[in-house]
């Protein structure tokens, strides 16, 4: 019921005439714009319309009808569903679309995303260059017509695993080198990575000073460096000891997991989602099953939506918990918050792995429910942890952290974003809740079953990284509550209706599914064109898109803060990589 | 008062620390290198310390607890294997990274495929212990093991498993996996019930004619 109301019903061909259409294609919603009015329409919806929040931006390859398509979701921050509209070009290289840049700076690195792993070319994005991939990389990995190292057939399951499957080693039958493409006239003794030096290039200087001739200082924090969270990398420019501008530079990690998405059947998927944010497995699993059952037209039954809250809010717990204790490390407490964080994390963990057969790679939701009732105990332990362990332990967590001297010395005032900019920025999760805007998706825009419990928005007003700090103890609170709402109502029955099928029939069109995340926003848009695979499966990452904000918060602050700052995002590099 | 939020903080961290002791004095020896003690630190009751000394404590590992897939075959009165697995390959069409290869052959004379697979390999290196090869193969042939302890010298000789390796008899299975082993027997003795008893009218329907 909830998505079908809160649709809204405006008009944009009233207001914009020919400018847009709607798209009318099967399964499919939301507007066609034309490139040349898109960033005017854009604008029209962000201040006519209160579209001000860019949720996601990616683009589709429709290689048979020889088109590129870029489909933006945008929200209002006030809450509601998200409204979708989309703008095609023909393929044919160069492939342009006007950047948004402009309109929604939220769009900076998804456009970058889409540049590198597409070959899309933005128009007046400010500093378009690759993103996810290596320097030297050929090609665009994203478009239907390129094809991996190691690469066997279009989609799986192949044909050589059954019934004659003779095994080999796909190192063996391949050795590497043979599938890959370098640039032409690549030699890699000889080369130099040139876009290090656009990198550079793109940080702003230290302004001139007449009296004091001041040196140019770029440091590189990372990739190597305890306080990434893993292999990250921040390009700063330094005016002593303050930093001017920054640039974060991702992609260590990156394995495409979009273009395996594809490869995989829809069943597949659902244990690939694990791996992107792996402290948040079950977010992930619910996010990309929310998306298939919108295409499906299935709903679980009443046990397994129940069952997934529960699960979910878990996840919320454990992943805040290992945010805050890691935060402290970066502030310098070492390691005793943390483990201290980390031992509850770990009765979590127990149940997961009671329920779900895996303490982090959970694999645990499908398409129409869960894939197995708790064991028996198992709803008992989670009702003992909801009510009496883990209110005492936030009690403790407080008493120990919350009005420290030194954390707050060090966090008040820290990485500031105003309210405007964490909007305008695409933030999510904590990061904008902390500055002052009330969105939440189980409130903003309720899935599964969350309008059914009682429960706060948290949020804080100052944004600064104390605030961040803060609004994820009032989550907690917030998920025991949902917790303990949610044991007391579950009800008996079914987890999921049926024999299971391990081809799922998926009908033709476009989904766009999204959860609140323990870090935000984090959506999946899958298209199907009635194969047993996804034609095209997105991440909307929160990690990666509050990255956006990064140089922003940074900026005028102490270089020894960037640290804080950055673990006060609470980013997973499986996920901001992909 | 400043420094009341760090005095505050610091009691926190004492009071952890007596805790650890008076845990251990309250719970006495037991508290270690049994499997109560384990349990006892893995349950939400537990105080102070809970960290256990791998290798010589180990988790207790729950039954839903999954890790690299085996084979499950029967044990017959003659002491013969019965492979469960009929090589319809469902499981090597839903392994999500393809490391499930299976070969199966066909009676030369009839032509008809042979139900016991030839060979049957799993890459483990490649597997992801995600588990869906045990949930959906229909005729409870292939299973997620308990045993996690697989660290070899060198993966490349040892880390394809073929069928001998895999195999495992339904007696380990029902061990490992109580619950699961009795709903399954069950369920498998009702549709032979149901079959029997389809194939009995049959033949009674038959002699009436
Ligand atoms: S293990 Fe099961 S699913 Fe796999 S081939 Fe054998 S019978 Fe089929
Ligand atoms: S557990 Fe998953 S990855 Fe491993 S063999 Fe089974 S289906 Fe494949």
New binding site residues.
Partial sequence: MTEQTLTPTLNLEERFGDWVTPDTRKGYEGYLVAPEHLIDCAAALRDEFGYDYLASLTAVDYLPDGKMEVVYHVSQSTGGAPLVFKVQVPREDPVTVPSLVSVYPGAEFQEREAWDLMGIRFEGHPDLRRILMWEGFEGHPLRKDWKEAYYEEDTKPFKSRWPAGQVHRVEDTLPFGKNVKYPQGFDPEKWTPVEEEALYASLKRVPADEDLPTEQLIVNLGPQHPSTHGVFRMAVTLDGETIVDLKPVMGYLHRNHEKIGERNTYLMNI?FTDRLDYLSSLSNNFGYVLAVEKLMGIKPPERAEYIRVIMAELTRIQNHLFAIGMFLNDLGAFFTPSLYAIEERELILDTFEAVTGSRMMCNYMRFGGVARDFPPGQLERVRDLAFNRLPAIVDEFDAYLTNNEIVRARCEGVGVLTPEQAIAYSTCGPVLRASGVPYDLRRADPYSIYDRFDFDVAVRYHGDVYDRYLVRMDEIRQSIRILQQAVEQIPEGPVIEGKQQYQVRVPAGEAYGRVEGPKGELGFYVVSNGKPNPWRYHVRAPSFINLTALAEMCKGNKIADAVIILGSIDIVLGETDR | MYGKGIVKGLLVTLKRFFETYTDDIKHGKARYYTEEGVAYRSSPETRGLFTVQYPEEKLITPEEF?F??FLVYDEKDDGEQAIRCTSCGI?AK????Q??WIERTSDPKTKRPVPEPKNFY?DVDI????????EYCPFDAIK?DHDYELAVYDRHVNNIYDKEKLLKPASYYADIRPLNYTQEEKARAEAAAAKAAKAAARAARQKKQ
């Fill in positions: 244990p | 999954r690299i897939p499981c839903v392994c999500p990274p490391c499930i799993i597997c992801m212990n995600c588990g869906l090869c045990a997620m």
